[in-house]
């Protein structure tokens, strides 16, 4: 699934859902910086809403993780 997402990123390099999808694919892998460095790319491009507090739920679980 990674090699996937970053080959529609070579060819679509703001995908932002593209972002936000490898950034959970690496938080599943266990890839924390780089989970944390695509969705916080991927919400700063997307407005403010309740629909990515899933996504701000995450990057809060990945700064507790990191900081351990």
Do not use: C, W
């Amino acid at each position: 699934a990674l090699s996937m997402i970053d080959l529609m990123l070579t060819v679509q390099p703001h995908g932002k859902y593209e972002l936000r999808d490898r950034g959970v694919v690496h938080y599943r892998l266990g890839n924390y910086s780089e989970a944390l460095n695509d969705l916080r790319s991927f919400l700063a491009t997307v407005p403010s809403g309740s629909e990515n507090e899933s996504v701000h739920q995450l990057v809060g679980r990945l700064h507790r993780l990191l900081d351990d």
